[in-house]
């Protein structure tokens, strides 16, 4: 690490406090001279931390390791627990440090991507594979808003509609099993949103023969409904 980047984390313990960071930086050496992070729980060296956790595990004797050993063998439930809770303790300070080092954080995560982007491919192309439905939605939403169409729907959403309209087209009532497709009832491009309550499902001609018409229009030529 260099100097500057010490500095920019150099705190007091007080400060680490108020501000609730799990460590703080002084840039002075601890009593046995190492120059490392403090835990701002009890201002301890951090070195001074992993040595003596290092030094109690080789204290213990093959004996108690046993024991330890069986107790969690005969506490499965209690042992897997234990290890949750330290697993959240030690989500929560990843992303709080996280928090606190935003920038270096973003740079690296965007290294990260452009040294993966293939491999990013491939698992994006499995969970498209997977989640086929899924996949299609995001598309569809996403052309929604770049045609300036705002909001989302879910594919709850669709079931929603789907049983509301009883299966049917909301035009001509041909049974929308098989084939449907999701229609803006005000278009996009006549200023609708792309939020569940401007949908209605149609079936293929409808939708076909309704594209880019005015909605009403449409529905008193062809149906004769005073919409
Ligand atoms: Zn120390
Ligand atoms: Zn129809």
Redesign the pocket.
């Given at each position: 690490m260099t100097k500057s980047t010490f500095k920019l984390d150099m705190r007091s313990r007080k400060e680490a406090l108020t501000s609730n960071r799990p460590l703080y930086f002084t840039g002075k050496a601890c009593p046995r001279g190492h120059i490392d992070y403090r835990r701002t729980q009890n201002g301890e060296c951090c070195q001074c931390a992993r040595d003596r956790a290092v030094a109690k595990y080789y204290s213990f004797s093959e004996e108690s390791k046993q024991k330890t050993y069986a107790w969690r063998a005969r506490n499965r439930e209690k042992y897997r627990q234990y290890l949750l809770s330290r697993r959240e303790r030690q989500t929560l300070l990843v992303k709080r440090w996280r928090l606190n080092n935003l920038e270096k954080c973003r740079a690296r995560e965007a290294k990260y991507r452009a040294n993966n982007r293939e491999l990013r491919k491939a698992q994006h192309k499995r969970w498209r594979k997977a989640n086929v439905d899924k996949a299609r939605l995001q598309v569809r939403n996403r052309q929604a808003r770049r045609k300036g169409g705002k909001g989302k729907y879910t594919l709850d959403d669709i079931k929603r509609l789907f049983s509301a309209q009883k299966g049917m087209?909301a035009?001509?009532?041909?049974d929308l099993t098989t084939r449907r497709h999701v229609d803006h009832i005000i278009p996009l491009s006549r200023g609708g949103t792309n939020y569940p309550a401007n949908l209605q499902l149609?079936?293929p001609?409808?939708n076909g023969r309704k594209h880019a018409r005015d909605p009403m229009d449409f529905a008193r030529k062809e149906f004769g409904l005073l919409l």
């Open positions: 087209c035009y001509c009532r041909t149609l079936c001609q409808c």
